[in-house]
């Protein structure tokens, strides 16, 4: 079963997935948002492509682990994009993930220009990795 990794933004979703095995991450895409309707069929097509059995979404807490408004805004997609699909979703803190992404895009020396439009998909990678990784460690 392959793992969804998703980096929920107000414009964008950072998308990616793991291997078959569930060990590696790799980035697919930058969904650029239209509504929830519209934002719901993409991913169900992805889900279709990929054989995916989980969604792992990145949860944007607060640096003092509150949940704010933006934690809130992903929960609302979260239960709208489990109700649409039917695929069980897991939540995972992904504090700090997107500067992690852009330090990782600047040593790269990626341009500004195209870091914009990878960084989503590459905290997506970093959110996924993690969870990853910290399962094998459970088991």
Known sequence: M??????VGDKTIGLAVSDPLGLTAQG??????INIQKDI???????AKYNVGLIVIGMPKNMNNTIGERARSVISF???LKD???IECEFYDERLTTLE???LLVSSDVSR?????????MAAVL????????????Y
Do not use: C, F, P, W
Not at 41 to 47: C, D, G, R, W
Not at 127 to 138: E, T
């Open 84 to 86: 649409g699909l039917g």
């Open 101 to 103: 992404a852009e330090k």
């Open 2 to 7: 392959r793992v969804l990794g998703m980096d």
């Open 41 to 47: 069929e993409n991913i169900k097509e992805i889900v």
């Open 28 to 33: 697919i895409m930058t969904l650029r948002r």
């Open 78 to 80: 979260a239960e709208k």
């Open 127 to 138: 959110i996924l990795q993690s969870y990853l990784d910290n399962r094998k460690k459970r």
């Open 113 to 121: 220009k195209k870091r914009k439009k990878v960084i989503d998909k």
